[in-house]
């Protein structure tokens, strides 16, 4: 079965050609359209994707609403949030809120098609140039202390959230640290149960939150 997607942003001809991308690749079906939240809400909820690509910009209900609603029901997609650049606090709330990452508007199509491989593998798609703005725009408003769930993460556990706050995949940590990826995928899994986190989005937002990695740190 192909990965499923629903595609909602208010623009008819972005749609076109999100869909355009998409249905020309292999292993992936659009399934549904939406024009502005509520719709998006109903079209999720009808069709159960895989993946949402979601713009922030919408009537009605705007993007970050509906995608904080569909990531509340059970087994919900992966939200992909699409962005022009200049909503960095919406971006930042998004996160927050545990969508999958986000995407600039502007993307070619190949960047496109591995965001989505990438989001669907379990990965978080986190836009290096989009990240590193987002994140020390808003997480260093305050000065961070380091939470008491931080004491229960092993020296390699709190190795990979940093790395995870980087920005790198699974396979990127693996090769950083020279174990397996399958090794990874537990360490992550681990850090995620012990901090309460619900993806690796999260993660990254948590560490910074925290001061694990400081604003300006780089990001792969």
């Given at each position: 079965m192909g990965i499923r997607i629903v595609i909602a942003d208010d623009q008819a001809m972005v749609r076109v050609g999100l869909r355009m991308v998409v249905d020309s690749e292999e292993g992936m079906d659009v399934v549904g359209e939406a024009?502005?939240?509520l719709e998006a809400l109903a079209v999720v909820r009808r069709t159960r994707p895989d993946i949402v690509l979601m713009d922030i910009s919408m009537p009605r209900m705007d993007?970050?609403?509906?995608?904080?609603?569909?990531?509340?029901?059970p087994a919900p997609p992966k939200v992909v949030m699409l962005t022009t650049?200049?909503?960095?606090?919406?971006?930042?709330?998004?996160?927050?809120?545990?969508?999958?990452?986000?995407l600039l508007k502007v993307s070619?199509?190949?960047q496109l098609v591995e965001a989505i491989r990438v989001v669907h593998s379990g990965d978080a798609?986190?836009?290096p140039a989009v990240t590193s703005r987002v994140i020390a725009s808003f997480a260093g408003r305050?000065?961070?202390?380091p939470p008491p769930q931080l004491a229960e993460l092993t020296p390699r556990e709190l190795e990979v959230l940093r790395l995870l706050a980087r920005g790198l995949t699974n396979a990127e940590i693996a090769r950083e640290l020279f174990v397996g990826e399958a090794t990874?995928?537990?360490h992550v899994a681990r850090v995620l149960m012990k901090l309460g986190l619900r993806d690796r989005a999260q993660a990254v937002v948590f560490a910074y939150e925290s001061g694990v990695v400081?604003?300006?740190?780089?990001?792969a």
């Open positions: 024009a502005d939240g993007g970050l609403a509906a995608a904080q609603q569909i990531l509340e029901d650049f200049d909503t960095d606090e919406n971006l930042y709330a998004a996160l927050r809120a545990g969508t999958s990452g986000f070619p199509p190949e798609l986190l836009d305050h000065d961070p202390s990874v995928k537990t400081r604003p300006g740190a780089a990001i």
